[in-house]
């Protein structure tokens, strides 16, 4: 699991905060590869549930994981002292114009 977990997740964690607007059939694939690995690493049997082993193994499934990334980045995005970032317009989730955007997605 450390390799998994220092290896194989970074690569599809990357830029998660932009992830979360992604179809929900992106999110299934990688959901999908994450089990197939899992599996692969644990060598269990095809009839044990994922589910199961995510929990034995206490892992979260790809859309928690990312939905807490992209919390963590948006809270540092609010309390940044950045002057460029302190900038930009204030974001509203309720406007119509922003529901394809990747904060959206925290607000379903």
Do not use: G
Request: with cysteine.
């Amino acid at each position: 699991m450390l390799l998994y977990k220092s290896l194989l997740r970074p690569l599809i964690s990357y830029t998660c905060p932009v992830w979360m607007a992604a179809a929900n059939n992106c999110i299934k694939s990688l959901e999908c590869a994450q089990n197939v690995t899992i599996r692969r690493i644990t060598r269990l049997p095809w009839f044990i549930r994922n589910e199961n082993i995510r929990r034995d193994l206490d892992l979260p499934t790809i859309r928690e994981f990312y939905e807490k990334i992209a919390e963590k980045f948006y809270r540092k995005i609010d309390t940044s002292t950045n002057t460029a970032i302190i900038n930009i317009p204030a974001y509203d989730p309720r406007s119509n114009r922003n529901r394809r955007r990747p904060r959206a997605a925290l607000h379903r």
